[in-house]
Structures are given as C-alpha cells and as structure tokens.
C-alpha cells in the first residue's frame, strides 16, 4: 500500500524568504511523486512531478522539489516566497503499477507581507 | 484548451436525498477519476475510468454511490440516498495516459445537512 505524510498542517514564512513545505512517502518500488496547488475557490493544479533521472525537479511558479530515495522524502522548496503563493499544498505518490494517486492531508502555506 | 469542468461547484442537500454530480474532462482524455476530500483531510481515490469501462472503483465507499460515464465523455457520481458523512469536496481528474499527470477541475462541495 502507497501512503503519503505532510507532517506540517501549517506553514507560515515571511515574504522573500525561503520556503519549505516538506513530503515523506511508502511506496513499493519506485514512486512517481507529484505536487499540486490549490489556491481559494480553485481546483487543483499540477506544480511539478519527478518520474525518473535528476532528483532536482523544477516546476511552475519557480517552485522545485528534490526527491531523496534515501529519506523518501519529496519536500517543496522556493528560493524567495511570494505572498501569492499562499494556498494549500498536496504532495502525492503513485506506484508504477498503480493509476491512482494517493495524496497526503495538505498543508496550508501563508506567506506574510 | 477548455479544462476540466464540474457541475455544480456547491450543493447542499437533506440527508435521504439524492444528488449528482457531473464532470467534463478535457477533450481527448480518455482516464477519468473521481477523488473526494473529507473534513479537510486527504484526498482520497474514489473511482477511474478508462473511457467509458471502470477500470478501478475500489475507492468507492459503498453502494450508496454509482458513477457512470456513458460513451466515454462526461461523467456522473451520484450519491442516492445521502448520509452526513458523505459532506466533503468531491473532485473529478483527466488525463490523455495513465502515466501522465492528472488535471483536476475546481471541485464541488457537497453538504449533507
């Protein structure tokens, strides 16, 4: 069974710093791993995915991700936050043999002006 | 390119009465899933159809819930009769591949009063 961990329901960061929003994952073999956006009223939205090759994965809105194998770990991560990047982040995990995702509970980003 | 879209964006209904939702995938997709949000808590799977065939529905909570995609376009998710527990948002997916990233409409939450 696939599963998939946001420990931080909530993460605050003041504008122009760093952000981290952090994602560990169990799966079977090797994961595909994704993270979507929703931003209020909206629908999910495809940010970036690692599928295989370099574990730096850069995605919309100048957001990345690093996949560690080790860790199983797939944390979001922004060199300098906008204040409109506040929204709620879902990390998910799909297993190769797998169609479905399976998504962790969220987490609410606010980024202060 | 037109997303995907669903019908309605809120319903509030007593519970023992029936609603359905619809989903129009993006053209051209040919898998189609069905995701819910519980209580501000995951995502979870409910349903994928490839075309008009379900080719997973071991997400489905019961039988209270029948979705069907009559000649692989759109969709319905019907909850007939509706409990309380069934209040959530409830989210429909497209995609060309099953390999490929999933794009999500906007949702439509349901509450079950």
């Known amino acids: 069974a696939q599963s998939v961990a946001q420990p931080e329901d909530q993460v605050n960061v003041a504008e122009g710093n760093p952000l981290t929003v952090k994602c560990t994952y169990s799966v079977s073999g090797n994961p595909y791993l994704f993270w979507y956006v929703q931003y209020p009223n909206r629908g999910l939205q495809f940010l970036l995915k690692?599928?295989?090759?370099?574990?730096l994965v850069k995605g919309s809105y100048g957001f990345e991700a690093e996949f560690n194998k080790s860790q199983t770990s797939f944390h979001l991560k922004k060199p300098s936050a906008l204040v409109s990047d506040s929204a709620l982040y879902f990390c998910?995990?799909?297993?190769?043999?797998?169609?479905?995702?399976?998504f962790g509970s969220g987490t609410q980003l606010t980024v202060l002006p | 390119e037109a997303g995907v879209t669903q019908f309605p964006s809120h319903s509030v209904i007593e519970k023992g009465q029936t609603v359905t939702l619809r989903c129009d995938p993006i053209s051209g997709h040919d898998n189609l899933y069905w995701y819910r949000r519980v209580m501000g808590k995951e995502i979870k799977f409910l349903l994928h159809f490839v075309k008009e065939s379900k080719q997973d529905e071991s997400g489905m909570p019961n039988n209270r819930f029948l979705a069907e995609r009559t000649g692989g376009t759109y969709s319905t998710l019907k909850v007939q009769p509706a409990e309380l527990e069934d209040s959530g948002v409830y989210f429909c997916?497209?995609?060309?591949?099953?390999?490929?990233?999933?794009?999500f409409g906007q949702g439509t939450r349901l509450t079950v009063v």
């Open positions: 997916a497209s995609s060309q591949l099953a390999n490929t990233e999933a794009f």
């Open positions: 690692y599928i295989t090759g370099d574990n």
């Open positions: 998910a995990v799909r297993d190769r043999s797998a169609r479905q995702l399976t």
